[in-house]
């Protein structure tokens, strides 16, 4: 390794990259969530085959997820700036980026969520109906309940997402590993630097792959 990788490392700069990106990942992520599924939820029980139809919230609620999803991050991230200035007081630094990170990742999650829950089978809904549930408790016994692994594995996916739109905002004043590529590996011309954060975010995303797998494997009822 060259001289300035263990100046980063010494410096504690790369210890503390490795914390910054895992940190603004998952808390994005949590955030996100903690709009995005019951959001997506609403888009699947108000869609036309849904347990409660409702055509033009669902056409509302959709519109506006796919307007937000259609924008490429890097120039989402570039709107939002005035935004993040407004709801913790800077567009700077790991909370500014937090707020970005889970606007950008709410529609995404809303369709990963709605996505899951639709392959619950029709025949446990019906049985469900049968036994005189009611639509709160289809949501909540039937369809979240069912669709666990497959919600499961769609969080993964959205970790990782999240996690490489956490390196593009690197370009905007935000930190992690991302900046500590940009500006330690590019703009010094020290490419084991850039690579050295590949490599590191690369660990990460394995980590959180095999986790996540581990987790649907144990909550699916057909693998057992």
Sequence with gaps: MSEMFHKLWDAGLIQLG??????????STIIAYLFGLPLGVILHITSPGGIHPIRWLNNTLGFVVNFFRSIPFIILLVALLPVANL????????????????????PYVARMVESSIREVDAGVIEAAHSMGAND??????????????SLI???????????SYSAMSSVIAGTGLGQIAII?????SNPDITWVCVFLTVIIV???????????RKTDKRAK
């Design 18 to 27: 490795i914390w910054e990106t895992i940190y603004m990942t998952f808390l």
């Design 87 to 106: 709801i913790v007081g800077t567009s700077l630094g790991n909370r500014a980026m937090v707020v970005m990170l889970v606007i950008a990742a709410i």
């Design 136 to 149: 709160f408790e289809i949501v909540t016994k039937v369809l979240i309940p069912e669709a666990k692994p």
């Design 153 to 163: 594995i769609g969080a993964v996916i959205s970790l990782v997402t999240i996690l």
């Design 184 to 188: 330690y590996g590019h703009q010094r």
């Design 206 to 216: 394995q980590v959180i792959q095999e986790a996540g797998t581990f987790l649907a």
